[in-house]
């Protein structure tokens, strides 16, 4: 089945302890992003991959941190979480398409979400 | 950058009525507009979408047009039913070089009263 997966899908931490949200496709899409929800504010991007190797900064990237050492995983890494980062996260992923060297995303394919906590 | 702006950011109608809900983009240089879906507790889901070279697109009750002079495109909800109640988001996708972050709009409450 054709699917996005992260994990943890709830997780409760403390101010300053390093954390990992895990995030895994395996439709071999080139691109994956990451995505905060907070009430009334919509989807943010936080940070997205077109490929291995090579990440860019969404519209809220401070404080996070991603790696993308394989095109099916896209880890999250918030190395000292603070409280203004309890959010609900969408990892997502996309095929890319575009000719002449110009690609661009399509359809964005959402995991089930983490809800995080920090206290 | 994309500036992405949704209107109305909550919409209330009674079942049978139509909903329509329109998403303004500033990047002429966009050409994949997409709508998701996102019901209470679960992930957003695209529902509909179309591409720069057609006007209007149709899958059964709902449907998407676009204004590229305008840049706005809009999606409509025919015949509305309980189940239609959800988030609905818009995320124009610019195709300006090498430019791939991706905006949402801010989300359309839509509450379907029986």
């Known amino acids: 089945e054709a699917q996005v997966t992260q994990n943890p899908r709830y997780l409760i931490t403390v101010t300053g302890k390093k954390l990992t949200v895990t995030c895994s496709q395996n439709m071999n899409h080139e691109y994956m992003s990451w995505y905060r929800q907070d009430p009334g504010l919509g989807l943010r991007q936080i940070y997205y991959s077109m490929n291995v190797e090579v990440t860019d900064k969404g519209d809220v990237p401070e404080g996070y941190k991603v790696s993308r050492k394989e095109k099916r995983n896209f880890p999250l890494i918030l190395e000292s979480p603070s409280p203004n980062q309890t959010s609900l996260y969408f990892c997502?992923?996309?095929?890319?398409?575009?000719?002449?060297?110009?690609?661009?995303?399509?359809?964005?394919?959402f995991g089930p979400g983490t809800r995080l906590t920090v206290l | 950058g994309e500036n992405v702006e949704q209107h109305p950011s909550t919409l209330s109608v009674q079942e049978g009525d139509s909903a329509v809900i329109k998403c303004t983009y500033s990047?002429?240089?966009?050409?994949?507009f997409p709508w998701y879906k996102q019901e209470l507790g679960k992930r957003p889901q695209l529902i509909i979408d179309?591409?720069?070279?057609?006007g209007e697109k149709k899958d059964q009750r709902i449907a998407v047009t676009l204004n590229k002079t305008a840049k706005h495109f809009s999606l409509h909800i025919t015949e509305t039913q309980p189940e239609d109640s959800a988030v609905y988001f818009c995320?124009?996708?610019?195709?300006?070089?090498?430019?791939?972050?991706?905006?949402f709009g801010a989300g359309t409450r839509l509450a379907v009263h029986p």
């Open positions: 995320a124009p996708i610019p195709v300006s070089g090498g430019y791939n972050k991706l905006i």
């Open positions: 179309i591409r720069s070279n057609v």
């Open positions: 997502a992923s996309s095929r890319t398409s575009g000719t002449g060297g110009v690609r661009r995303s399509n359809e964005q394919f």
């Open positions: 990047d002429s240089a966009s050409n994949y």
